[in-house]
């Protein structure tokens, strides 16, 4: 299997990307994000849970993140992989993700990490905001999010690259060109 875990700050291009290295790679696409959205939109019990931790920027405690991947882990096709976008976030969920893939019997192949300045992402957050009004894309939540990721999630890639699996990549410039960039590390692994 081909198991990505697509990495990198907020506004980094990570759902753009994922989007189409699904479609490339027949992975079958898990996002964190969507899910938790998808719950709000539902005004299920999780996510009354989760929209005022989500709203302020913070991150879901790693018990509701199980939940809803435990959930979807169940109902995977048979696509050749899984990408996994927004996850793991912090030290715990690496080592959840470890024990997920280890169930299935495999393990991540990849962690490529989308590399972008810190003034273009809070730039390309605030388009987005205007495009897609994300209730969690204002500045006040912008920044919160940007200090979570430098304190719990950036850790993560020192994880992976101590396991020679952290594979950086330049995610400024055309969509297209990035999307070659990530695919050149895919195609070499
Ligand atoms: P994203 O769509 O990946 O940018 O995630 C949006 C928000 O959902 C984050 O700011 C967190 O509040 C929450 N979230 C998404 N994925 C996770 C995760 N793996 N762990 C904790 N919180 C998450």
Do not use: H, W
Not at 2 to 9: D, Q
């Amino acid at each position: 299997m081909l198991n990505i875990a697509l990495f990198g700050p907020p506004g980094s291009g990570k759902g753009t990307q994922s989007k189409k290295l699904i479609e490339k790679y027949n992975l079958a696409y898990i996002s964190t994000g969507d899910m938790l959205r998808a719950e709000i939109a539902e005004d299920s019990e999780l996510g009354k849970r989760v929209k005022s931790v989500m709203d302020a920027g913070e991150l879901v405690s790693d018990e509701l993140i199980v939940q809803i991947l435990e959930k979807k882990i169940k109902n995977l096709t048979d696509a050749e992989g899984i990408l996994f976008d927004g996850f793991p976030r912090n030290l715990v969920q690496a080592y959840i993700l470890k024990g997920l893939l280890c169930k299935l019997n495999t393990e991540l192949t990849a962690m490529i990490s989308l590399e972008v300045p810190e003034e273009e992402l809070m730039e390309r957050m605030l388009k987005r905001a205007e495009l897609e009004g994300r209730s969690d894309d204002n500045p006040e939540t912008i920044k919160n999010r940007f200090r979570q990721y430098e304190s719990k999630t950036r850790p993560v890639s020192g994880f992976y690259r101590e396991m020679n699996r952290c594979y950086p990549v330049d995610g400024m410039g055309r969509v297209e060109d990035i999307f070659q960039r990530v695919s050149d590390v895919i195609d070499s692994l």
